[in-house]
Nanobody, 121 residues
Framework: QVQLVESGGGLVQAGGSLRLSCAPS????????MGWYRQAPGKQRELVAV???????NYKYSVKGRFTISRDNATNTVYLQMNSLKPEDTAVYYC???????????????WGQGTQVTVSS
């Protein structure tokens, strides 16, 4: 079973920065993609950033130029560097991993428990 351990959330003033980390553990063979989603109260969960096994990245338009997703291939840890934070960035941020757990098996998506990011004005 794959588990995702998230950290780095907290309270920050507008214009400040935070870095989120997500470290997968358990048994997996190939990680196809890793990413970050977020969900504000009463809102739909939305994609923030994704990085594929090939290193390509995609971002929600509103965070482009402010957020950067990266990964450490040695540990399979994915990071989300968040700069110039705005109150509208306030949400629970969830780590997402798409991987297979056995050789030649299908790919499945796993979710972290979420970490709270609060940006004050």
């Amino acid at each position: 079973q794959v588990q995702l351990v998230e950290s780095g959330g907290g309270l920050v003033q507008a214009g400040g920065s935070l870095r989120l980390s997500c470290a997968p553990s358990g048994s997996f063979f190939v990680i196809n993609a890793m990413g970050w989603y977020r969900q504000a109260p009463g809102k739909q969960r939305e994609l923030v950033a994704v990085i594929t096994k090939g290193g390509s990245t995609n971002y929600k338009y509103s965070v482009k130029g402010r957020f950067t997703i990266s990964r450490d291939n040695a540990t399979n840890t994915v990071y989300l560097q968040m700069n110039s934070l705005k109150p509208e960035d306030t949400a629970v941020y969830y780590c997402n991993v798409n991987c297979n757990t056995e050789r030649n098996s299908g790919y499945y998506t796993y979710w972290g428990q979420g970490t709270q990011v609060t940006v004050s004005s």
